[in-house]
């Protein structure tokens, strides 16, 4: 039996239904980058008329400017939508679109966990791709049925043939069972909702038991407080329950339970199978954590669901406001960001040259540089960020066994026994043609081949071992010019492996400077060293005595340029001058890369701090 209300008022219309959990299917979409998985959400919001005509534009789950500038996903995106099928049947579908970028695997990871299901998608034009397989893979370990899809068969180059081969080598499917679609003209769409209806087993949970909610996302509302986004496992919530968690004993008041239907919808509950949104006034941000259990006190459950595990960060660098009075706001932005991305780091780091600010760890350098971009956009912060570097394990002389994310914290040369260095084992999906090229890019990067595999479009599996911190600075870019763009990689964490490492130390007028100190490979060394020096000679001008600028291995100087001194009454001559008013944060941002440190006696201008960074693109 169903109970139909019309809620009208909302710009779309919204038909909500009162499903038994049988009629609900939560499924998620999965596939390389720019396959097509934001059309095609696309396309099953206008055909189950969940936007309005005059609200739909391209990719309208992609509501971030930062994803609609780069187009790219970097959220999931819950909505519901509702289905009428052939027979008259309702059913109401959660769909989760994800990212498919390789540093994103921890969102897709959380949006699996609150599925059933998930739809496969692959390009026709270009195959299965490194992020088709990690992602597939992903999906499979979490017990999800997958329906494969070929889309963008309308493409003259679509190659339906050899992509349906390279699926079935994929999953093992039958050639029946792949759908294929062009999410662009909508053709084969019908085919879809049959799919998902007739193949994803409805949720499981009972509505009547103790109440188990996932909580798989969250954000942070400044008049609604932290607002977890919730697959509802057993029981139910609705309002007027009194939320409470397992890693902590503080407990809210639930004022609005709801869908997302692109904006929230309030609704009466939300019951065992349903995917939605928890208002709370929860003001402690630190209450919320996705892959948390949220119960109700009025049916309280004794253990918390699975979850799911944590994600350890691959990739370090510190992050500075560029005006030091700007710490505590850094500190509160971060904490809010990280309600939406829990998958970054952070905790306070004192520098010499920087001044107080945060180390953060992040799964990736996409990874990093959208946080980065997140916190000055959607928090109006100037940040300076150092060099990025890996996390590196250490056996000392004395024995002790320690970790080393910062540089600048790595011990003296003399008292390190053996150094260990994240590898990582890397996936290289090619035209046939590039091989040559992507291996001895690979070897310089001290790669260690292990495979390669042909597949069926004419393209090659390169499997490799490579050092973490070989490939976070230019690598993947390097990859794609090589290549022309088509080439995919993907990575997972294999190991620390002993490495021949060295700290490379910047000395300013004799004095040590952590936030150019880094790690690098021994045969590395001595390049890095005469480039930091030249290009550091550059950036910093010229003071009232002559400045030496030395690269030292050990306790060994290995290089050495000099700014030269100048007479004093030149110095008036570099100030002053006519200043155009600027955007207030545009300023902000450029007086603040300007800024001069003071380290030690020495005046840097803060982006040439940042040098070590630019060294490793050339
Ligand atoms: P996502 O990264 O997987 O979310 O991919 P998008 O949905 O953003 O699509 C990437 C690009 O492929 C966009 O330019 C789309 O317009 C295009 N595209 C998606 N589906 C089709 C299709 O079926 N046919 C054609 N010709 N282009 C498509
Ligand atoms: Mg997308």
Redesign the pocket.
Known sequence: IFYNYTITGFSCVSVIYIVKSKKIRNFCII?H????????ADRLLEETKTISKKDMR??VLDSMELERER???IKSHPITLNYTHDDGTQYSFNLI?TP?HVDFSYEVSRSLAACEGALL?VDASQGVEAQTVSNTYLAIDNDLTIIPVI?????PNAQIEEVTHQIQELIGCEKEDIIS?????GSGIKQIFNAIIERIDPPKGDEDDSTRALIFDSVYDNYKGAIPYVRVFDGSVKPGMTASFFSHGFTYEITEVGHFVLKKIPRKELKAGEVGYVLANIRDIGHIEPGETLTVKQKKADTPLPGYKKMQPMVFSGLYPSDTEDYDQLRQSLEKLRLNDASFTFEPETSDALGFGFRCGYLGLLHMEIIQERLEREFELSLVTTSPNVRYKLKLKDGEDIEVDTPANMPLQGEIDIIYEPIVSAEIITPKDFIGSIMSLCQKKRGNYKTTQYLSTGKAQLLYELPLGEIIFDFYDKLKTISKGYVSFDYQPLEFREGSLKKLEILLHGEPVDALSSICHSDDAYHRGVALCSKLKELIPRQLFEVAIQASLGSKIIARSTVRAIKKNVTAKCYGGDITRKRKLWEKQKQGKKRMKLVGKVEVPQDALLAVLSIDKD
């Open positions: 596939a980058i720019d396959h097509g998985k934001s059309t095609l391209s990719q187009g790219i996903t679109d498919g998608l889309n963008k068969v309308d493409l679609i062009s999410a662009k003209t």
